[in-house]
């Protein structure tokens, strides 16, 4: 049996294991707010990437307890979202914007005008427009200090979805619309309550300003992952498993994992 909590490389990334989810997401907690102090000391401002889902929830209410502790100012924090439902009102409570609205937006001192999520009631034909702002806006302000993404029983990061494309073609992918998986729509119905419910489309960030990010943090959790987290980790980088991709950056990504999630890396 591996020990319940370890640090180890493989594919040239740090792989942190804890025995519970909530210890992974504490790790998870840490590392966002030494980037934040890091990136602050030194650029005056930190950018992240959020992500949203059930695994980042715990995450979420760590930082929270962070500030309110006195320990994490958000002030001088810029956040964009991995992605958001289309369509979709921004007061739907299912919306990402409410999702992170409930979870962080309305807990901590980040100021409205920096804190970016896709906007899920643009026109569908400005959505390819709205999509390229955000990358502009993401690259304007300096690209992302931290990308904190989860990963998809499929493998998706954001709604990157897998796909046929060359890893090249998949690698420069911008932030666009996208139809949702099969499997993202069946884990959708909690969110959703039926399948016939589920919303089918969405904006996602392109995998381009995900890999483009300084440091990457993945947190998985649960049994239902530990499949895909190794093939993602030690099988081939394939757009048909899209956080293989991370292998491409590997040196700037930490997996945080707990004992479930890692069960089937065999390290
Ligand atoms: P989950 O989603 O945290 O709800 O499992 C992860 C993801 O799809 O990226």
Redesign the pocket.
Known sequence: MPAAERTVQISGSTVIVRPTAEAASQVAADAIAEIIHAAVNERGKAVLGL?T????EVVYAKLVAKHEAGGLSFQKVVTYNLDEYYPIQPLDPRSYRAYMHRLLFSRVDLPANQAHLLDGTVPEAFAPEHAAQFDRWIEADGGLDLQL?????NG???FNEPSDASVADFAAAPTRLVELHPV?KG?AV?EFGAHENVISHALTMGVKSILSARAVVMLAT?P??AAIVAQALRGPVASTVPASLLQTIAERVVWILDEPAAAELGA
């Open positions: 992500a889902g059930a695994t980042p993404l989860g990963i998809g029983r998706h990061i954001g993202t884990d909690r649960g239902r992952k």
